[in-house]
């Protein structure tokens, strides 16, 4: 079945400083990729999604491109904000069961000052 | 703004007793899950429905019933709860794929379930 791995549990940077959470997938199917964000005491919430292959896409500052070549969509932001600190969840759906969402298990963010 | 509410947002359960947590969407959406989150485990889908009458398992539906009575209304039943379900639970609706919204789910703010 359908997998989504992020290798990294926590992460911790300093203000202005570059980030890039990993994420990779398994399925036997087109996939469809998202980032969803969760702030602390808050309901999960979209950053951004992909279903188009070496498409860079972008919102909030924060881009990935989906690489169906290496079965990657890793999330960059070129310099993290104190605000950014959170729980980041890489997601896969595809077209065999499109209106289901699996999740991988989070990376928390901490920036700190 | 899309709105989807769960109740109740806390609950201390004993371990045999039943349980159920209910989710309300006003999205007019057809689609709604049930996530439980823990630490190192990230969301991992329980049930889920195409619209109301429909429930379907998820990854991990052992020790959970779902119902949908309505398109608004989605229920998770624990009949009997155990501490390993101590969790925090979220609800989620979600369109039909084909059109802007494809894969934006929307949640509610989650239930504490604590069961002794």
């Known amino acids: 079945g359908d997998s989504v791995t992020q290798t990294e549990g926590l992460v911790t940077l300093t203000k202005g400083l570059p980030v890039m959470l990993n994420c990779t997938y398994q399925?036997?199917?087109?996939?469809?990729l998202f980032w969803y964000v969760q702030h602390l005491n808050e309901a999960p919430k979209l950053l951004l999604k992909?279903?188009?292959?070496?498409k860079r896409t972008e919102h909030q500052g924060f881009y990935a491109t989906l690489h169906k070549s290496s079965s990657s969509f890793h999330l960059q932001k070129s310099s993290v904000q104190l605000s950014d600190s959170a729980l980041y969840f890489c997601?896969?759906?595809?077209?065999?069961?499109?209106?289901?969402?699996?999740f991988g298990s989070g990376t928390k963010l901490t920036v700190e000052p | 703004e899309a709105a989807v509410t769960q109740s109740p947002r806390n609950k201390v359960a004993v371990t045999g007793g039943k349980v159920t947590l209910s989710c309300n969407q006003t999205?007019?959406?057809?689609?709604m899950y049930w996530y439980r989150q823990d630490t190192g485990h990230g969301l991992r889908l329980i049930h889920y429905?195409?619209?109301?009458?429909?429930?379907e398992k998820g990854d991990i539906p052992d020790g959970y019933k779902a119902s949908r009575p309505s398109q608004e209304n989605f229920s998770l039943i624990l009949e009997l709860a155990t501490p390993s379900q101590t969790s925090v639970y979220f609800c989620?609706?979600?369109?039909?794929?084909?059109?802007?919204?494809?894969?934006?789910?929307?949640f509610g703010e989650g239930s504490k379930l604590t069961v002794l």
């Open positions: 429905s195409y619209g109301a009458g429909s429930t």
């Open positions: 399925t036997t199917y087109s996939p469809f």
């Open positions: 989620a609706s979600g369109d039909d794929w084909g059109g802007a919204d494809t894969g934006q789910l929307y």
């Open positions: 997601a896969l759906s595809d077209w065999s069961n499109y209106n289901v969402l699996y």
């Open positions: 999205n007019n959406h057809n689609n």
């Open positions: 992909s279903s188009t292959d070496n």
